[in-house]
């Protein structure tokens, strides 16, 4: 099994920035892919941003595109997310998540609460 722990969410003005990380531990090495996703209250949830286990292949959400950076450290097993020029409709928890093959998502933390204001 993996696990995945989050960290690095809170309170931060509009405009600010934030930078959020997931250690991953256990079998890692199964893991092809990571993904940060979001939900907010009321809506559903949505993938922000992916990253390839080598790190070589990004994407991004149209909503978090040149704000938004996802990147990993393979020497220490985590993936981080740093979020610049934050509005407030990126309040939401922010999970982070890993797959091992196909296109579902098999390992899911336990979420970071990320909350901007006006």
């Known amino acids: 099994q993996v696990r995945l722990v989050e960290s690095g969410g809170g309170l931060v003005q509009a405009g600010g920035s934030l930078r959020l990380s997931c250690a991953a531990s256990g079998r890692t090495l199964s893991i092809i892919a990571m993904g940060w996703f979001r939900q907010a209250p009321g809506k559903e949830r949505e993938r922000v941003a992916f990253?390839?286990?080598?790190?070589?292949?990004?994407g991004y959400a149209d909503s978090v595109k040149g704000r938004f950076t996802i990147s990993r450290d393979n020497a220490k097993n985590t993936v981080y997310l740093q979020m610049n020029s934050l509005k407030p409709e990126d309040t939401a928890v922010y999970y982070c998540?890993?797959?091992?093959?196909?296109?579902?998502?098999?390992?899911w933390g336990q979420g970071t609460q990320v909350t901007v204001s006006s």
């Open positions: 998540a890993g797959r091992r093959s196909g296109p579902e998502y098999d390992y």
């Open positions: 990253i390839s286990w080598s790190g070589i292949t990004t």
